[in-house]
């Protein structure tokens, strides 16, 4: 290790630490320290290497004179190199204790100094013949320059590194806000998807529930192409009804049959799996009518009846090529499960029909207890049967609550009162559901009580699950007439038809009440995302470390003064830390940032008493404080109660040349309101504060207008 020399020219040198202490460009730091060797001590090359310590890969990030030959300096001499600290000053060469003989490549006087010691990325100075008197021996401290170098530099270094932490967080906060968003999205979606559930459920034939369904995906969903396809297991084969055709229109397509063997192994499998709803294939060939016309994704929908599937619609990507979405895909799984309940049900009511158009006319109840009624008035009017009653019980089976029924003179009569939990009158229809069981000669009941003897059918009604819904009890008490097969099966057909429009009230009702609670969610949610914005507004307007206000509100509050009616003239302290660089490199970052909350606490006892007043830390370790309705002499006043608070901390600075303790300037502006923007007012503060930075722990004000 050398001892530092003397510089010759004490004005030079002090020119030379204010540029470097005013620089924010590291090239421009190197090249006033190259200017300096070159010029005072004949130094011929010198170069600025960053050294990777984790990879041990270095580079020239600048270059003076001669390239220096990287390639033959050992790793070893990195390695010793790393012991070194910017504290150090200048270090010889050739103490290097590595063994190794630079003087084949570098020059005798060729010296080191540590320009940042990073933990991870360090970088050097070398300068090669480097002319010092022999005679000149003086102390560390007149290297001076050359710590500030390095503190600006590291300085440098650690306001990139925050930027880059804000970009990252201002990405991450970015990402949330688009995931929060797309759920939101999702929310719409799954919201549309009821409403068109309930739009396809209205329409009152098959065709035209094919033909909605079709434009129903591509038109309110979004997706590119469909088509609504059925299947006829016993044929082994499927048919079109209506697609979309290469132009995204409407085009009919029945009675084009084709084989199912045709179908991607994958969606044959699907089909039999007796679970699967969704199936993408990706890439895949894109058919119209049986052609390739294009490649990208195709995905099959598939509708499941009770116990097998009855058709699918096949989607696409033909016209668009977008990629299909995870929340594309689960919108399309909940879209399948309701089409499909309105399918079975349509194809139900169309066979219904066949008996007679009227027979619908109870289906468009809006309540289970209307559709009971209404379907209790038809059978005994159109069925054939003299009474007739329908009995809700519970998934378990185990209880009868009455809700429409026919006394014994063959009247509708409300018999919502009846409750029992005695099944022993309908156990035989327990075991066969969904079948009339139909008995010649039987006890006939009314309310639990033996009426008389007759003709009397029993059927259970059960939910597309397989669950215990509802008895139909039918008999012919009045007329002792007994049904043919025909009208049992009529009334078979009737049960049938019935079981559906009991489970759709039950659907629409369930829909309204998940639409409420869908409602609820998106007003829950947006209410989250106006928190959420608000908090991010907050944070935007929020210095991460002191927690005081950051640039962006300092002219927030400067803006609200200017509105203010009553204001009348604004004031801004400028605040600057001395040589606080110098303190960073001494005591350590992490004591620095502690010294910069100490002083953030001393500013809010110092300022926040006044009225209107705000605070904040604009970069670095420079604040600024905004007041109104103060004169100049109030304002020099809190200024030197800032001075008296921080000195009173006795916050230690030993590389001060000011005070042994850490110290500040103040520039002070008073103008009045007539200043329309920020930016006259804060040049002038700037300047008084420049002013205060050359005598340093001083204030400097001024008033103007």
């Known amino acids: 290790m050398i001892q530092n020399f003397e510089l010759t020219n004490v004005e030079s040198k002090q020119t030379l630490e204010q540029k470097i202490i005013q620089c924010h460009d590291r090239k421009i730091i190197s090249d006033l320290l190259f ?206 009804t209506y697609g979309t055709n290469e132009n995204g229109e409407t085009v009919r397509e029945h009675h084009k049959t084709y084989d199912l063997n045709q179908l991607e192994p994958s969606y044959i499998e699907a089909l039999y799996s007796h679970s699967e709803t969704l199936v993408v294939v990706d890439p895949a060939p894109l058919y119209t009518a049986g052609e390739v016309v294009g490649e990208g994704w195709n995905a099959m929908l598939i509708l499941r009846g009770e116990n097998y599937p009855v058709g699918w619609l096949a989607l ?76 809700l019980t519970n998934e378990d089976c185990t209880s009868l609550q009455g809700t429409w029924g026919t006394d014994q003179q063959g009247n509708t009569v409300d018999e919502s009162y009846f409750y029992s939990e005695n099944l022993d009158v309908v156990q035989e229809a327990i075991d066969k559901p969904e079948t009339l069981i139909y008995t010649e000669s039987a006890p006939i009941f009314h309310d639990m009580e033996v009426i008389g003897f007759g003709c009397k059918g029993i059927a259970l009604i059960q939910t597309t699950d397989k669950k215990p819904f509802a008895f139909v009890v039918v008999d012919n008490f009045l007329t002792k007439k007994v049904l043919s097969t025909e009208e049992r099966e009529i009334v078979n057909l009737f049960i049938s038809t019935l079981s559906e429009v009991l489970q759709r009230t039950q659907a629409t009702e369930r829909l309204e009440k998940l639409n409420k609670e869908l409602e609820l969610k998106i007003k829950a949610r947006t209410k989250q995302l106006e928190t959420m914005n608000e908090q991010l507004e907050l944070l935007s307007l929020q210095d991460p470390l002191t927690e005081l206000g950051n640039r962006r509100q300092f002219e927030k509050k400067f803006n609200q003064i200017l509105k203010t009616p009553n204001a009348s003239n604004v004031a801004v302290l400028l605040i600057d830390i001395d040589f606080f660089g110098l303190y960073n490199t001494c005591y350590g970052h992490l004591q620095g940032d502690k010294a910069l909350l100490m002083f953030a606490r001393i500013l809010n006892d110092a300022i926040n008493a006044l009225p209107g007043a705000s605070f904040c830390r604009i970069g670095g370790e420079e604040f600024a404080v905004c007041l109104s309705g103060v004169n100049i002499d109030d304002l020099e006043k809190i200024a030197c109660r800032i001075q008296h608070l921080l000195a009173v901390k006795k916050i230690e600075h030993n590389l001060s040349s000011v005070s042994e303790f850490l110290t500040v300037s103040i520039g002070c502006i008073v103008a009045n309101k007539a200043v329309k923007s920020i930016d006259h007012i804060y040049h002038e503060a700037d300047i008084q504060l420049y002013k205060a930075k050359e005598k340093r722990n001083s204030i400097c004000c001024k008033t103007v207008n």
């Open 35 to 240: 200017w300096y060797f070159s010029s005072s001590f004949e130094a011929t090359s010198a170069a600025i290497i960053s050294f990777r310590k984790d990879s041990y890969d270095y580079h020239e990030d600048y270059i003076y004179g001669e390239h220096l030959p990287l390639e033959s300096i050992p790793i070893s001499f990195w390695v010793w190199a790393n012991q070194f600290g910017s504290c150090d000053g200048l270090v010889a060469i050739s103490s290097n204790t590595i063994g190794w003989d630079y003087r084949q490549i570098l020059s005798n006087d060729t010296f080191l100094f540590v320009l940042d010691s990073h933990t991870c990325n360090r970088s050097y100075l070398i300068i090669e013949n480097i002319k010092i008197p022999s005679d000149i021996l003086v102390e560390r401290s007149k290297l001076n320059f050359l710590y500030i170098a390095a503190s600006q530099w590291q300085c440098i270094r650690a306001e990139r590194n925050a930027s880059n932490d804000i970009r990252l967080r201002d990405m991450r906060a970015a990402k949330y806000l688009d995931e929060i968003k797309e759920r939101d999205l999702f929310l719409d979606k799954m919201k549309l998807v009821q409403n068109i559930s309930l739009n396809l459920s209205k329409h009152e034939t098959l065709d035209e529930l094919f033909k909605a369904a079709v434009e129903a995906v591509r038109d309110d969903m979004g997706f590119d192409r469909s088509v609504f396809m059925l299947l006829d297991y016993k044929q082994g084969s499927f048919s079109s």
């Open 316 to 391: 696409d990507n033909f016209i668009h090529r977008e990629p299909i979405t995870i929340y594309q895909q689960e919108m399309l799984k909940s879209f399948a499960a309701l089409l499909s309940q309105i399918y079975i049900r349509k194809r139900r009511e169309q066979a219904v029909r066949l008996l007679n158009i009227s027979l619908v006319g109870f289906s468009r109840c809006e309540t289970l207890s209307d559709v009971c009624q209404s379907a209790v008035s038809f059978a005994i009017k159109h069925l054939g049967v003299d009474r007739l009653g329908i009995l």
